[in-house]
């Protein structure tokens, strides 16, 4: 099964989510095409709520561990309550540019 | 001394302190780029650890952490999170206010 498709699976039977969205950002990335390590998670879910911020991520990491310790080098993660998701109005802030760190692994591995 | 035990140490020793890929002048990864430049924007001198150039505390704080990626800010001893969390709490003001606090509580402690 694809990565991606796994965390589809993952997410949606544990959080019962509301919204979710998994989007593959590995082409904004210095890795080859068609890899699937990095992925953006937008989720709305009834569950997150009175839960900090820390604790619904860390919920989400323990998730997806297996990934994590597998393909998946970056995971960035928007986790709301419906309340919050409202109040935002449905819309999350997109991923930054890469900056070529994986170069800079290159030159130290 | 044991890596978990240079961990601790940097993470009590040191209010605030950012975990982050390159420095803060050069940052080599956007997600550290954009939580070093909202930290900055508080105005209070912070520690920082570039973990591309320290990979032992690159492979061994993921798990002491629980948190599997970086950057990882550190305030008070306590994980506060990575680029997303740390640029929702800029966004809202609440990254201001828990900089200022830790860095007014630390510069009181030390001239206790």
Redesign the interface.
Known sequence: MLVQQEIETQLQQSLEPLFLEVTNESHMHSVPPNSETHFRVVAVAEQFEGQRKVARHQRIYHLLASQLEGPVHALALHLYTPAEWQSREASARPSPDCMGGSQADKENN | MDIIDTIKEQIENNSILLYM??SPNQ????????TVQAVMACGERFAYVDV??N?DVRANLPKYA????FPQLWVEGE???????V???SESGELQTLIKEAAAASAAKQQA
Do not use: V
Request: a negative charge.
């Open positions: 890929k390159g940052p080599q990864c956007g997600f550290s780029a954009q591309l150039s990979p629980n948190w599997p990626t994980l506060i999170g990575g680029c997303d969390i640029m929702e709490m």
